[in-house]
């Protein structure tokens, strides 16, 4: 089996700091939780920004000081920007993470019903961000809430925007989406090319069991306070807290975890990418 990825989403766009006291949102803190968490075992980082007042943002100068910050503290650390739309709707905006020329971002390809909000992603604007992946060069990672967004993935590789391998992350639990169960991840991971990788996101008390089974059926995990608040005992959780729950699963069944670049290997990135960004963003 190949070493298991420990993918860490650190902020996300909707906990705060009311909720949880060990929410990094700040350049800072989003750094010295990632050095934490690659010190840990965790090689991959899916990045939100906040403005000021703790906001979500699509802000392209906060991204860029996030990303500083990370790359002086874990140089090695694979950084992925969210396009998420609760942080704004406008396509450049969405976009401008993607531009900022990270070694991956996060597309999801559907719409789908979140609390209060319809996360919307139309035909047209997912065919728009497919042409900047391909343009750009990032990888994608394809966020599936439900499997029609496997299907639009497909026909956006038949059409030429992605090429083989792909990879995915099936985020299951998510009210308004499919339920966070093992049944479900089996369906999901079955129902992709042979040649892909994923990852699972469970939400809230799903991670830690969907990430149990993502370790044994040979897929990939994604944990993070974005995801889920508390330790299975019901204890707060801190990031580094849930990277450690992962690498004492993954020693326990014996599957070891990946560095960076062994990462990037799996997931096919090209290791000249690694640096990009910074050249980027100055």
């Not at 902020?11 to 939780?33: M, Q, R, W």
């Not at 925007?161 to 991840?185: Q, R």
């Not at 959780?237 to 699963?249: D, F, P, Q, R, T």
């Not at 326990?252 to 990135?269: F, H, K, M, T, V």
Request: hydrophobic share 40%; proline share 6%.
């Amino acid at each position: 089996m190949e070493k298991l990825i420990i993918t860490v989403a650190l902020t996300g766009n909707v906990p705060a700091k009311k909720d949880n006291v060990n929410l990094p949102v700040t350049p800072e803190e989003i750094a010295e939780d990632v050095k934490r968490c690659t010190d840990a075992g965790a090689s991959l980082f899916h990045v939100h920004a906040r403005d000021s007042q703790q906001r979500p943002t699509l802000d392209k100068s906060i991204f860029k000081e996030i990303i500083r910050n990370i790359k002086q503290v874990s140089p090695d650390a694979i950084i992925q920007l969210s396009t998420g739309a609760r942080a704004g709707k406008d396509w450049e905006d969405r976009a401008a993470p993607v531009r900022l020329l990270p070694e991956m971002a996060s597309f999801t390809t559907g719409s789908n019903n979140l609390p209060g909000i319809v996360y919307e992603n139309s035909p047209q604007f997912i065919e728009f961000l497919a042409g900047v992946f391909k343009e750009t060069g990032v990888k994608p990672e394809i966020e599936v809430f439900e499997t029609g967004m496997i299907n639009n993935a497909l026909h956006l590789r038949k059409k030429g925007f992605f090429e083989s391998p792909l990879h995915f992350d099936f985020v299951l639990g998510a009210p308004g989406a499919m339920p966070g169960t093992v049944k479900n991840l089996l369906f999901l991971s079955e129902g992709i090319p042979s040649d892909s990788t994923w990852t699972v996101a469970g939400i809230g008390k799903a991670e830690i069991p969907l990430a149990t089974a993502a370790i044994v059926m040979g897929g990939h995990v994604r944990i993070g306070l974005e995801d889920n608040l508390y330790m299975p005992d019901g204890s707060l959780a801190s990031n580094v807290k849930l990277v450690e729950k992962i690498v004492a699963i993954a020693k326990e069944i014996g599957r070891d975890i990946a560095e960076p670049d062994e990462a990037r290997s799996i997931l096919s990135i090209p290791h000249e990418n690694k640096n990009r960004i910074l050249e980027t963003i100055g």
